[in-house]
């Protein structure tokens, strides 16, 4: 059996940490794509959303289309403050202007807080649609180890598969 090049699916990974800000800055949490009332927020130039942070990077680095920094980075101001929802929905819309189809997303994030499992599938319906295609979450703790496991912050682990349809699309 042979295949030609660039036709199998391409895998990609990514990965985002994020510190908590300290409490009194009274920083909102969003994580996954969702507020979470009562939660100490991450620290970030844009919402600090880890989760959704690592899927984007996930999803340019399965295109081969560079990372976080190349497409969003700090330099550039209007991403201050942008919500992860956003920056996923984006990271989709270049990569299928690269002339991908996107497989699924799957993330897992290390921390003890947010208590995560009660609102996985509305993280999930959430990101699912920002990114137009399926993306799972799941969380662990790191068994109190680590900065995670010391509640200093969180970290998200991603992996994304997409396949090449057409040609890119250029940029406008
Ligand atoms: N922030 C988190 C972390 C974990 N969970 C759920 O608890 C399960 C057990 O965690 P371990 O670290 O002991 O493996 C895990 O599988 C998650 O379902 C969570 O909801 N929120
Ligand atoms: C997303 C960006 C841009 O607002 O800012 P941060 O919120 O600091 O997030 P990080 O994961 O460090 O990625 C880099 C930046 O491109």
Known sequence: ????????????IGIDIHAFAPVEDAVPLWLAGLFWEGETGLSGHS????????????LFSAAGVGDLGTHFGTDRPQY????????????ARIVR?????????A??????????SPRRLEAEAVLTAAAGAPVSV??????????????????ALATALVIKTTTPVPER
């Open 138 to 155: 799941s969380a662990t703790t790191s068994d109190a180890l680590g900065f995670p496991g010391r509640g200093e912050g969180i970290t």
């Open 1 to 12: 059996m042979s295949f030609s090049p660039g036709s199998l699916p391409r895998t990609g």
């Open 97 to 105: 202007a690269a002339g991908f189809e996107i497989g699924n997303v």
């Open 47 to 58: 919402d600090g959303d880890a989760v959704a942070h690592a899927a984007a990077d996930a």
């Open 80 to 91: 201050k403050g942008a919500s992860g929802v956003r920056l996923l929905a984006e990271a």
């Open 107 to 116: 993330v897992q994030f290390v921390g003890n807080r947010p208590k995560f």
